[in-house]
């Protein structure tokens, strides 16, 4: 069974950055797309960028250009470097990782932007 751990999340002034970590578990990582989506409060979750297991990637356009999504197959981590970060990015981030018909979701991690 593959799971999921999120990690990096915290409080972080408007204009500051956070990198986000999801490591996860099982055997399938380096063929899998892995993504990260985020539920602000009062909202539905969104997709923010995804990467593919030959490393196209994909983003929002809220964050184009601010956010970047990487990952570590030998680690089985992906990233999320974001940068010039706004209180429009307060969110719960979760990570995700689909590989045919099978996803799985991270429990999510709290990013709070706020001076």
């Known amino acids: 069974q593959v799971q999921l751990v999120e990690s990096g999340g915290g409080l972080v002034q408007p204009g500051g950055s956070l990198r986000l970590s999801c490591a996860a578990s099982?055997?399938?990582?380096?063929?899998?797309?892995m993504g990260w989506y985020r539920r602000a409060p009062g909202k539905q979750r969104e997709l923010v960028a995804t990467i593919t297991s030959s490393g196209s990637t994909n983003y929002a356009d809220s964050v184009k250009g601010r956010f970047t999504i990487s990952r570590d197959n030998a680690k089985k981590t992906v990233y999320l470097q974001m940068i010039s970060l706004n209180p429009e990015d307060t969110a719960v981030y979760y990570c995700?990782?689909?590989?045919?018909?099978?996803?799985?979701w991270g429990q999510g991690t709290q990013v709070t932007v706020s001076s």
């Open positions: 099982g055997n399938i990582f380096s063929i899998s797309t």
């Open positions: 995700n990782m689909r590989q045919g018909t099978f996803t799985s």
